[in-house]
């Protein structure tokens, strides 16, 4: 990996990359690292990257590439979950539970060229809900995104409410 940036300030990122992608990750337009990524965890959680413009993460882009065309070809793109749900062509319904409040939370969920989840990570609200429904989401299978008749990985936010025990998913996103 190269990074291209000094270290004065610092960005929270959250996401996963499968081991073996070569990725550049761009910040404000500007190339912050790039490389093959040698575990799938290594941009997970909390881990910090340091730039020196002060950049917030809703400015961060990831660009995938292909081996063979590191530098024309996309393999990863951000869709709405509403896109994401009409694609799925298994759907899991989470267990009730016994909470009797309201709560939500909003995931991460990255699907793969094959339309399977390949992770799904909590980004707000209630972990211990987002873990409840992360089992469901996991189980579910879609049909491959495509762009220019090649599937692709798709990731993408999905709101979860839960309410008198019942879990909803892709629900309207928290205010």
Known sequence: MT????????VALHLVIPTGIRAKIYVNGELFQSGTFSSSAMLQGSRMLSSDKGYSPRATMLQVMSRENSDNESLLRKIDAQTLR?????????????NKGQSWTVVQVTVNQEGIVTSVFPIAGDEKLANISS????????QP??????????TSLVSITSSNGEIKLFTEMPK
């Open 3 to 10: 990074n291209s940036l000094a270290d004065n300030k610092r």
């Open 86 to 98: 009409k694609l799925a062509t298994k759907i899991v319904s989470p267990p009730k539970v016994a």
């Open 135 to 142: 089992e469901s989401l996991k189980q579910f299978t879609f």
């Open 145 to 154: 995104f495509l762009v220019d008749d090649k599937p692709i990985i798709v």
